[in-house]
């Protein structure tokens, strides 16, 4: 039978994440309020020796002392702070990072400059993030970054990573594609759905290694689109007239 608590997150992760498909963790929560640890397993060497961790409501004074070898994959929820530091040197073997229903004014993705940070896959969904959205310090190991109804994202710093290789920008109240996309020449998925764009720029067009494009629900017409996917004949262009009434 299967494990509530992973059901629980199932249901979550189905409710809140647009197409953000991963494994399902069965992560161990903590909740802070006011600088006090409310909740934390019973056992803490249990707790710093998981690989999949899920904080909610946290604090500066808990990021700060934030220390494992362990995590691989933290979600941080319903969490409201100015600044979040994600150091390789603190958590060395984070791979992926989820942030949900959030307020962030600087989000700071620290590598170090003798170990490259294992961090490539970062998901934000339903965050109020501040448009000094991340700050990089030695970090491109960035392969995937999924970001939904944010209405603030802002991040000139994370489209600098070169490995990058799929970017979804759904429903973040854009109305034109960073140009610093246009340079990553190994990007092979890019959504920038249900967003207010009209015009597609013209260095979209020399990302030769892209696969699909999705501009489903921006306010394109039917003729543009149709030039759109002449000048990408090697890509797939996502574009539904009916959908797009």
């Known amino acids: 039978m299967m494990n509530i ?22 992560y ?41 070898q362990n995590i ?3 979600r941080i ?11 390789n040197e603190c958590i060395p073997n984070l791979r992926k990072l989820l942030i949900t229903e959030s307020k962030i004014n600087v989000l700071i993705l620290k590598g170090t400059s003798t170990n490259n940070s294992l961090l490539n896959d970062i998901a934000l969904i339903y965050d109020s993030i501040g448009n000094t959205f ?3 310090e030695n970090f491109d190991s960035l392969e995937r970054l999924f970001v939904e109804s944010n ?9 600098q990573n070169k490995n990058i290789k799929s970017i ?3 429903e973040s109240n854009i109305d034109n594609i960073p140009e610093e996309i246009g340079k990553l020449e190994n990007l092979e998925y890019l959504d920038v759905s249900r967003n207010n764009i009209k015009k597609i720029p013209e ?10 494009f999705n501009l489903h629900l921006n306010p394109i017409n039917k003729r543009k689109v149709k030039s759109i996917r002449k000048k990408m004949s090697w890509c797939k262009v996502v574009y539904d007239f009916a959908g797009n009434g």
Request: proline share 1%.
């Open 5 to 26: 608590r992973v059901l629980k997150i199932m249901i979550l992760f189905c409710i809140v994440g647009k197409c953000y498909s991963q494994s399902i963790y069965d």
């Open 28 to 68: 161990y929560s903590v909740k802070c309020y006011d600088g006090q640890i409310e909740l934390l397993p019973s056992n803490l060497e249990e707790f710093y020796n998981a690989s999949e961790v899920s904080i909610t409501y946290g604090n500066k004074s808990f990021f700060y002392n934030l220390k494992s």
């Open 72 to 74: 691989e994959n933290l």
């Open 77 to 87: 929820h319903r969490t409201i702070i100015d600044t979040l530091l994600i150091d």
């Open 134 to 136: 991340v700050e990089t």
């Open 151 to 159: 209405v603030y994202f802002s991040s000139n710093d994370l489209f």
């Open 168 to 170: 979804t920008l759904y």
């Open 203 to 212: 260095y979209i067009f020399e990302l030769k290694n892209l696969k699909e």
